[in-house]
């Protein structure tokens, strides 16, 4: 259920609108004709998107999304506004409305574009908070881990590593991430090609490795990799992501 405030001046269209988009079973709708009273029922936290009309009186519909958005609230905005009106719909969308709906029209197929904007703005904005829920959580894990660990995109570049991985190399995670894996080991060659073979579906179980150590020293190391990828490519709700995982241990 997604719980949605409605704001309009006009208080017929106010009600069509409830009707409409409650009748589809997916929406809780709480109606508001004054925009200074909706800023403060927004920034309360209660609703899970807004949808406003853009001419009104004290303060348009493109005031609230500024005072919305200045707060710092990212709450999905769509702007609900007449036709002929495509520069307040490119000045909203440059504030950071996450989407339009233009009135008139069929009034059926009207407010089922409607539905489907705010629909859609609010999973994508659901989708976004669990991913970020889920990579804290991740980054949590892989901080405690005692083994030194390190994540690589697929050509091979240090994405992120873990506090331990910066103790075995003597280097700070700032100078690593960004910085060619394979530039960290002796045998070049021999870790590309154990890598190349990770993105192929192989494992690499206890491949010994001679780690370069920041003060110039080495040191020996075993390495172990796994390919992983998620998402969709072209998916919106959880974007698509490959690399390879890899773990060392003291030889």
């Not at 700032?174 to 990770?198: M, N, Q, R, Y």
């Amino acid at each position: 259920m997604i719980s949605l405030l409605v704001v309009d001046d006009e208080p017929e269209i106010l009600e069509i609108t409830r009707i409409f988009l409650e009748k589809t079973g997916n929406y809780k709708v709480t109606c508001e004709t004054c925009p200074k009273f909706a800023l403060d029922m927004i920034q309360t936290g209660v609703f899970d998107a807004v949808v406003s009309d853009y001419e009104m009186p004290l303060l348009n519909g493109l005031d609230l999304l500024k005072s919305v958005r200045n707060s710092g609230n990212n709450i999905p905005f769509i702007i609900f506004t007449g036709k002929g009106r495509e520069d307040v719909v490119i000045e909203a969308l440059n504030c950071g409305a996450d989407s339009y709906v233009q009135k008139g029209g069929d009034p059926k197929a009207q407010f089922a574009e409607l539905s489907w904007r705010v629909y859609v703005s609010v999973e994508k904005k659901r989708a976004e908070k669990r991913l970020y829920e889920a990579n804290e959580y991740n980054k949590c894990l892989i901080e405690l881990h005692v083994d030194p660990l390190v994540t690589i995109d697929c050509g091979k570049i240090i994405c992120d590593v873990n506090t331990s991985m910066e103790k075995i190399t003597l280097c700070s995670r700032e100078k690593l991430v960004g910085s060619h894996f394979c530039s960290l080991f002796t045998e070049t060659e021999k870790i590309s090609d154990a890598l190349e073979k990770v993105m192929g579906g192989e494992k690499t179980d206890g491949l010994n490795l001679v780690l370069r150590q920041g003060n110039g020293q080495t040191v020996p190391v075993t390495l172990f990799a796994v390919y992983f990828s998620y998402g969709n490519k072209g998916s919106w709700i959880k974007p698509a992501g490959e690399g390879i995982f890899a773990e060392l241990h003291y030889a």
